[in-house]
Structures are given as C-alpha cells and as structure tokens.
C-alpha cells in the first residue's frame, strides 16, 4: 500500500506491516536512512529495566552476516557514518551516506535489527561497558538530576525509570531474556524505514522488500500502561561545587491540543537567552551559569520541567525568584516576547528542515506518534495560531498542579518541599 503526502514525501507499507516513508531532497548529495522501532525504557518490566539500550549496543557486536568491524568498516568505507539511540519510548538504528550508498545503508541497518546473535562472550564484554557509561553518568551530576526528577514525576513505573538501566540490573540481565524481548519488539509491523536525501521512494521500498524479510507477526502489547504523572520532592546530598535543581509539572503529550503553545511559553519563559528566566536569574541577578526551561513530551503525556545550577550560598535566593517568575506569568504576557518566541520556535523547526539525518527522524516519529507526516507549513500555522489567551490557559493548566522537586549537590539551602509549593501557590 502506497501514499502520497505532497510532492516530496511518499509512504508504503509493505505485506509484513514495515511502514516506510521518504523525503526526497533532490538538492543534495547524501542520504540518510535509519530504523525507528516502537521499543524503549518504558515497555521494560522492572527487571529487565535497561533491556532495550543494551539491545542497541549488542546488534553492532555481530550478526549472521557481519562482525563488529564489518558493520562499522562497510559505512566508513563509503565515507558515511552510522549510530543509533534508545529512549524511553524508541529505539533507533541510522546511518548517513552518500546518495549512490543507500543500498548499502539499509541493508546495514536491516541486518542490524534483524540478525543480531547476541554471542555470550560479546554480551559479557559489552554488560562491562554499558556498566562503564552508568558509572560515567552516576558521575555525572547533571544525567543524575534527571533522572532522579523522573523517577519523582513518574515512581513506581516503567517511564520514570533510567534508559540506561542500574548496575544490578545489567549484570544479572539473563541473555535468553534479552533474546525474547527482541523477539517480542523488533518485529516489522513495530519498525518505521525512514530516509530523506537524493534517492527515489520507488528505490527505497524496492531495498526494503530485498533486506527486510522479517514475515508479519503481531506487536506485543504494552502491559506498562499509560503515563501517570504523580510528583513529589527528591534529592541526593553530594559533595560537589553546584546545586542542581529541577521544577516540574505535569505536561503534556504530543497531540495534546496545547502542545504548541506549551511549547511557545517554554521559550519564551526559558529557552533563550531573551527568554525571561536567563534575563533575570542570570543576567540581573548572576546566579546560575546554565538556567533553562523545557518539554518533554511522550505519546500520552508530559512534563514541563526548569533546570538550574547553582552554589551552595546561591540556592536560598535562586529558588524563590524562579517561583516569582513563574507567578509574573499570571500576568501576562507581552506581544513582542510572544513574536520572539514564536519566531524561535518556526525557526529551529524550517532549519532542520536543511538536514537529511533530522527530516529522516521527524518523519519516522511523526508517523509513529500521529500515523501521519506533519507538513512544516502545518506545524508553522499552528504555532502562530498561540496567543496571549492561549499561554494564559496553558500556565493555569501546568502550575495548578502538584509539583516535583529535585535537588542534587550540597543542598542543605534548599527549601522543604511545602515551602516551595506554598510559593508557587500564593
């Protein structure tokens, strides 16, 4: 079944469920090419917390046709590159070629996500390095925050634990556990073939009837059910120069009707350094070094979320003016922060437009997430539809209820969690 979206994007799925979708860029030299699976942190039961990541790093060990030189020195060979990445709800396989190498890209990325043989000598070798980068992030306050600020947002769930799984877990993860949960997720009819660059769709979905022969089989189901968003107060004492905190609330999902302009008040409170946040904590006031808000959207929810780091004698002031800034909102907003944030905003979305590698990932993740492409004409329209109203309607959806506090460093300045939410309540 084939589709036509606009003179540019076109998507086929094929008999086993494989969903594929180009962007032909006939301007440029390169392709990119990558598989976008619907498995990440949040399908993994508590014991197999960590499975999917290192499933991403056990397919480049080897499959039934290459070793892991093979798979590396074929993309390099050709000049190209290949990497991939987990999150809490995908993982993804993705290389960057020269156009006349599309073949050989998919053809990697499939072998990659269909035969891995996850051999017992190089799983042992790999839990040592995954083992390696949770060290390194344990080490690594500013990873550390947040994931303990989603573990507050989210405790007791698949979604608040960390993607990379713990050091328990990893070490005693059994290899035929790894097996069956490969098994249950990397099945055609749970993957998007995403490309864009110099190539024809015809010629894509020709490569992915050669490479992807996986038949169809039904997706298992999700059994973690759907996001739920509690909040609460978290922290960890350290012996380290900065405080790392994080505010948060309860957000929102990418199809959520206020996504845009959730997204449009985050700039404009801390995504820039015009934004208020950045002008007032650290410009007026000097207190932090980095200071910023954002969104982390998923399929059925969210979280709207303000870092900073601080020194242990700043923090008393740092908190109680980041609550008054976010009282100031109540107020309202001015026209021209509004345009400056919406120009931010279209901006960052036409420039990627420029890339290869970032149309291929927008495309996949616009499928999965709507079953659609979202066309930038329509992305741009609905973020110039925000106004004044539109951002007072969404702060009164986002700071009305219960927050979550995360501290990490030497925190004893940090006020109680009551205190902090008497602030924000007044």
Avoid at 88 to 116: F, I, M, P, S, W
Avoid at 132 to 156: G, K, S
Avoid at 158 to 170: E, H, K, N
Wanted: glycine share 8%; net charge negative; proline share 3%.
């Amino acid at each position: 079944m084939s589709e036509t979206v606009n003179e540019s994007v076109r998507i086929t799925t094929l008999d086993n469920g494989l969903r594929i979708i180009s962007d032909e860029m006939n301007s440029v030299e390169t392709a990119s090419a990558g598989i976008w699976i619907e498995a990440g942190a949040r399908l993994e039961s508590q014991q197999l917390n960590g499975v999917s990541h290192m499933l991403e790093h056990m397919t480049f060990k080897g499959t039934r046709k290459r070793n892991a030189q093979a798979i590396a020195e074929e993309i390099e060979d050709v000049g190209g590159h290949i990497n991939a990445y987990t999150s809490r709800e995908n993982t993804a396989y993705y290389a960057k070629v020269l156009k006349d190498d599309l073949g050989l890209a998919v053809d990697v990325v499939a072998d990659l996500v269909q035969n891995a043989v996850l051999d017992e000598e190089e799983l042992e070798r790999e839990r040592g390095v995954i083992l390696q980068e949770i060290n390194q992030a344990n080490d690594t306050p500013d990873d550390v925050i947040f994931d303990l600020f989603q573990d507050a947002c989210y405790p007791d769930q698949a979604l608040g634990r960390p993607v990379l799984g713990t050091l328990d877990g990893i070490t005693g993860m059994p290899r035929d556990d790894i097996m069956t949960y490969m098994g249950d997720h990397y099945r055609a009819g749970s993957m998007v073939l995403s490309a864009a660059g110099n190539f024809q769709h015809d010629q894509l979905v020709d490569l992915a009837s050669q490479h992807f022969t996986q038949p169809a089989r039904a997706a298992t189901a999700d059994t973690q059910g759907p996001a739920n968003y509690v909040g609460g107060d978290i922290r960890e004492s350290r012996d380290i120069e900065q405080v790392h905190f994080l505010l948060g609330f309860k957000g929102f999902s990418y199809v959520d009707d206020d996504f845009y302009a959730a997204s449009v008040m985050s700039m404009l409170f801390g995504g820039g350094m015009s934004s208020r946040l950045f002008q007032e904590v650290r410009e007026k006031r000097g207190l932090v070094y980095s200071v910023y808000s954002f969104i982390t959207a998923y399929a059925d929810g969210g979280v709207f979320g303000i870092y900073a780091g601080t020194g242990e004698k700043d923090v008393a002031e740092l908190i109680p003016v980041v609550c008054d800034e976010i009282g100031k909102l109540d107020q309202g907003v001015s026209t021209d922060e509004l345009n400056r944030a919406k120009a931010q905003l279209k901006s960052s979305i036409l420039m990627s437009l420029e890339s290869t590698s970032s149309r291929a990932e927008q495309l996949a993740r616009q499928l999965m997430i709507f079953g659609r492409p979202i066309p930038a004409d329509e992305a741009v329209a609905k973020i110039e539809a925000v106004d004044t109203t539109a951002i007072k309607n969404v702060c009164a959806r986002i700071f009305q209820g219960t927050p979550t506090v995360a501290a990490l460093g030497p925190i004893s300045g940090v006020e109680d969690f009551d205190k902090i939410s008497a602030r924000l309540n007044r």
